[in-house]
């Protein structure tokens, strides 16, 4: 079974902090993803990976960043936390290109609360 | 402007009959598509997909139709069991954009016993 594991389930912070959501993933998959889930509004992709260095930008890239050092690590970076960015963080990771349509397996998610 | 969209926010449905949720979508250049169940606190789990080739694709309770010329799908669940309350989120794919998923808003399923 795939593994995706995200380093918090909560976490409160403050505005202006600069804040790091870890997520490692044990299957070996190219492919990373960041999520935030807000009611109503599904789950919008802030930014994804397809290899080790490799970032590109989402639907919603504003206000984070990321970073992939090594394959199985995915960091989601808020540079200057403001109270917009409360939400739910999703990662999930996938298979590379050229495997087919595959999907994706997500961690449980950091409910991330700025104050 | 929403690509993928599920118009019905929640569904309460009695235990033993079938739940239909539905989702419609507008590019057209969508190939593969998945519904995903997702409980409180916890992440989306992956249930069932479907390539734009089939129209149908079954697993065991589970069903997905796809209808390309209407752009809609839809999940069936026969019969709904009170676990199966939870918010399912559609979402899609399209050909040569790397695996990357576009989702819906969710409908939340309630399963009365």
């Known amino acids: 079974d795939v593994k995706v594991t995200q380093s918090s389930r909560y976490l409160v912070k403050r505005t202006g902090e600069k804040v790091f959501l870890e997520c490692v993933q044990d299957m070996d998959h190219e492919n990373m993803f960041w999520y935030r889930q807000d009611p109503g509004l599904g789950l919008r992709l802030i930014y994804f990976?397809?290899?080790?260095?490799?970032?590109e930008k989402g639907d919603i890239p504003e206000g984070y960043s990321v970073s992939r050092e090594k394959k199985e690590r995915f960091s989601l970076i808020l540079e200057s936390a403001s109270t917009n960015q409360t939400s739910m963080y999703l990662c999930a990771s996938s298979l590379g290109q050229g495997r087919g349509n595959q999907p994706q397996h997500f961690g449980d998610g950091t409910r991330l609360s700025i104050l | 402007d929403q690509q993928v969209k599920q118009n019905s926010p929640s569904l309460s449905v009695q235990e033993g009959r079938i739940s239909i949720l539905n989702c419609d979508y507008t590019n057209s250049m969508f190939d593969y598509f998945l519904w995903y169940k997702k409980y409180p606190a916890e992440g989306p789990t992956f249930l069932i997909s479907?390539?734009?080739?089939?129209d149908k694709n079954e697993d065991g309770r589970f069903t997905v139709f796809l209808n390309k010329s209407a752009k809609h799908l839809s999940l069936h669940i026969v019969p709904s069991q009170p676990g199966d309350s939870a918010v399912y989120f559609c979402a899609a794919s399209a050909k040569n954009a790397g695996n990357m998923l576009t989702f819906g808003g969710g409908t939340r399923l309630m399963v009365k016993p």
């Open positions: 990976s397809y290899d080790v260095k490799m970032k």
């Open positions: 479907i390539s734009s080739i089939k």
